[in-house]
């Protein structure tokens, strides 16, 4: 007898799924010996998520499986579908991968013929793994609900007995169904449209004996299979108290704005720069990649709109030598293209590619723009604790880090389509237009910089084939905040006001 046996403990062993965040979810896998209802209309991914589960056992575990299947689509059918997937390995079946219809068994002989049915299998192939689908066809054989949930019981036993982890797939409802109270686990697996999009959701409403991820979560259905992505912001609730002692300035290259920042960005910070369609965002979080790289920092280009070439062009245009440290691996551009995201993959691309990164140190990150995570949201009031959690991990990670927030093009008022992203991060920069003597102008001005003096008096900023440039404080104009310039009065010729100062939270008003 082992120590834990005699002390009474029971050890919990783990199946480890291997399905992309499924094991993250359920905090290490699924309890060997344990059953589990999956549960979900056709075409949520039951099939493809049990076989997965079965082949990624085999190739991870050495294990072997039995896949019961009762009044679904032929095996020849499954296999075929299966066999477009990269994790499907036909040279499992039969001899590590068997499959066996369990119909005409519980159609003739009733449950006690199927539960014989099973006991033979399992020994014979020396399983451990069981996967019975279609199990609403075994309900409907049941003389009463009692006969059922005794079935569902004396299945459970002979698994347990057997150290075989079983899954049981089912059309039904999950909060609805019988077996549920028996079972150690339920999971279920949804697809829905949501205005026009097709979503597809795992969630798990019950794991005994284990703490879990509550909550829906993505599921794509790839060539590789099934991928599931948590969400983010109970992903990374907990982050670990964990900063650089030593912060540093990060600066844009721009020598006035550098000055207005205090020499810069402060490290590991993250920064909202917002402003109207044209107003120069992506220029200026180019030129700060750029100045990065000039510094011997990495740099990334995570954006939605422009692909690289026409990126490239862009800068280079206005004398930004993007292209030069793009080639030498200085800065690289991630460009996600016009389709339907999902917006916990996109972040999960995104932090993986800086975990990847972790060994360079004073690491730029330029987000263009936070409407791509918006876009992608299936659920918006997610945004706030989204955003929240991905900059906290950026944070985390001493990643200085740039986002765009697109503002209307024409309108008097500063509405943030994003308010929240103001408070989540330390600095806010604000590029407008301005009209003044029938001419548009373009301002730049620091709105907030958190633990930091920062100059807060208006600048123009100008877009020239020779650079981007920031001038002098712009003073001709008044009540520039509301869009519509008009002339001050000048009482002292040659007088010029010194620009204010701000600390801290501060805010213009």
Not at 151 to 158: G, W
Not at 307 to 330: F, W
Not at 472 to 491: N, P, T
Request: proline content about 5%.
């Amino acid at each position: 007898m082992s120590e834990s046996e005699k002390s009474g403990e029971v050890r919990d062993t783990r199946v480890k799924s291997s399905i992309p965040r499924l094991d993250f979810i359920l905090k290490g896998g699924l309890k060997q010996g344990g059953t589990y209802a999956v549960m979900g209309p056709p075409g949520s991914g039951k099939t493809i998520f049990a076989n997965q589960l079965c082949c990624n056992h085999i190739e991870k575990n050495g294990g072997r499986c039995v896949y019961m299947t009762l009044l679904v689509e032929s095996h020849s059918k499954m296999v075929a579908h299966l066999n477009s997937m990269s994790f499907f390995k036909p040279e499992y079946i039969p001899d590590r991968l068997y499959y066996i219809s369990g119909y005409q068994e519980v159609r003739r002989d009733g449950f006690t013929g199927l539960l014989e049915l099973i006991r033979r299998s399992l020994r014979e192939r020396k399983a451990n793994l069981f996967v019975i689908d279609g199990m609403e066809s075994a309900e409907q054989f049941a003389t009463s609900p009692q006969a059922y949930r005794e079935f569902v019981h004396s299945l459970q036993a002979t698994a347990s007995l057997l150290g075989c982890t079983t899954l049981l797939l089912s059309n039904v409802r999950a909060r609805t169904h019988v077996e549920n109270a028996l079972v150690d686990g339920v999971i279920e697996l949804s697809d829905q449209l949501i205005g026009p999009r097709a979503v597809r959701e795992l969630t798990v409403h019950k794991f005994r004996g284990g703490d879990y991820l509550r909550g829906r979560h993505e599921v794509e259905i790839t060539d590789d299979g099934m991928v599931i992505h948590p969400r983010t912001e109970i992903q990374f609730a907990r982050p670990p108290e964990i900063a650089r002692e030593q912060r540093v300035r990060m600066a844009f290259g721009l020598p006035r704005l550098d000055e207005m920042l205090g020499g810069g960005l402060p490290s590991g910070s993250t920064t909202a720069l917002v402003g109207a369609p044209g107003t120069g965002k992506t220029l200026l979080g180019l030129s700060f990649l750029v100045e990065g790289a000039r510094q011997g920092q990495h740099g990334t280009y995570f954006g939605f709109y422009e692909p690289p070439p026409r990126l490239i062009e862009k800068a280079e245009d206005v004398g930004i030598p993007l292209e030069r440290y793009v080639k030498d691996g200085r800065i690289d551009l991630v460009w996600q293209p016009p389709l339907e995201h999902f917006m916990d993959s996109l972040a999960e691309q995104l932090l993986e590619k800086m975990k990847g990164e972790a060994k360079k140190e004073r690491r730029r990150l330029f987000i263009d723009g936070a409407e791509g995570f918006r876009a992608a949201a299936v659920y918006p009031d997610r945004i706030p604790r989204f955003l929240s959690a991905l900059t906290n991990q950026l944070r985390m990670q001493d990643v200085t880090t740039v986002m765009t927030d697109e503002l209307e093009l024409f309108k008097s008022e500063v509405d943030l389509p994003t308010p929240e992203l103001a408070n989540v991060v330390e600095t806010v920069l604000l590029l407008r237009y301005v009209e003044l003597r029938s001419q548009i102008y373009r301002l730049l001005s620091i709105m907030k910089m958190r633990e930091s003096r920062y100059d807060t008096s208006l600048r123009e900023f100008r877009i020239e084939p020779e650079g981007l440039d920031v001038a002098d404080s712009f003073e001709s104009a008044e009540v520039i905040l509301s869009g519509h310039g008009r002339l001050r009065e000048v009482k002292e010729k040659g007088t010029r006001k010194k620009p204010r100062t701000g600390r801290g939270g501060g805010r213009r008003r």
